[in-house]
Structures are given as C-alpha cells and as structure tokens.
C-alpha cells in the first residue's frame, strides 16, 4: 500500500502549505465544491507554487510559526526538504484535477481538514495514496497546523 502524507516533510517538521477562508462549523465540502471554497482555492496555489519550485512563495502562504520552523532550519536541510516536497507535489491542474475527484474539505470549529484519497487497482492488487493537509481557523484564515 503506497500512502503519501503531503503535509509531513520529516519526522517533526510539516510541509508548509496555508489556506485562507471560511467555514462553517462541523461542514463538509466534497469533490469539485472544494476548489469555489476559498480554502481549495489557495491549497492550489500552494501546491503549484510548490511544484514549481518556489519555496518562499509558498511558505508566504504558511503560518508565521511554520515560517519561523522553516527558517529555523539549516540552509542544506531547507534545500533538501525544498527537494522532497517538489517531488511529492503536483501542478495546479494536477491537484485540481484530483481535488474534484476524490477532495473531502472537513471544518470543525476551529481546525479543518483537507484529504485527497486515491486508491488505483491492478492485477497485483490496490493501493492508496493519500495526501491530507490539517488547518487550523483564526478569523478569516486557515492555516496550516501539525
């Protein structure tokens, strides 16, 4: 079974990723809905950002304290989890395209969850890869939480 966690760059640092809007409580969003949701809107962004290299874009849309964990970092650690984190995402079209297919955006008061769940079958058998992006809600904002 192959299962990705998009938002773990290592052991105790989580891949930087923030979305912004708002939600109601305790609500679902599935499928082509997440990306009209402010919050899919940005995830995108993000991730394209991401896919494209551009780290310090993409950390702009991070919480200040995954910003301050990021600079924290050593400059050669920050160059290879820029490496790792380029290599596991995807183009905009790419996570829209997987967003509409199998995205499930849950809010919960003050933190929400966003899951892309893909299981492929073939004739060894399924797997399921798996990328799930946690937020926390402050205001108008969601932003990106261990």
């Known amino acids: 079974m192959k299962q990705r966690r998009f938002s773990a760059l290592c052991i105790s640092t989580v891949?930087?990723?923030?979305?912004?809007?708002?939600?109601?409580?305790?609500?679902?969003?599935?499928?082509a809905a997440i990306l009209d949701h402010p919050c899919g809107k940005v995830a995108v962004k993000q991730m394209g950002l991401?896919?494209?290299?551009?780290?310090?874009?993409?950390?702009?849309?991070?919480?200040?304290?995954?910003?301050e964990q990021w600079k924290s970092m050593p400059a050669k650690d920050r160059t290879m989890m820029s490496g790792m984190m380029k290599e596991m995402s995807q183009t905009e079209e790419q996570y829209s395209a997987a967003i509409k297919a199998n995205g499930l955006l849950v809010v919960n008061g003050p933190s929400a969850t966003l899951t892309v769940k893909k299981t492929t079958k073939d004739k060894n058998g399924s797997s399921t890869e798996t990328m799930?992006?946690?937020?926390?809600?402050d205001g108008g904002q969601c932003l990106v939480s261990r």
């Not at 991401?50 to 910003?67: I, P, R, V, Y």
């Not at 799930?132 to 809600?137: P, R, S, W």
Request: no cysteine.
């Open 132 to 137: 799930t992006q946690n937020f926390k809600i």
């Open 15 to 31: 891949l930087p990723l923030m979305l912004y809007g708002t939600a109601a409580s305790g609500s679902e969003v599935k499928g």
């Open 50 to 67: 991401t896919h494209a290299g551009k780290m310090e874009e993409a950390n702009q849309l991070t919480t200040k304290e995954m910003q």
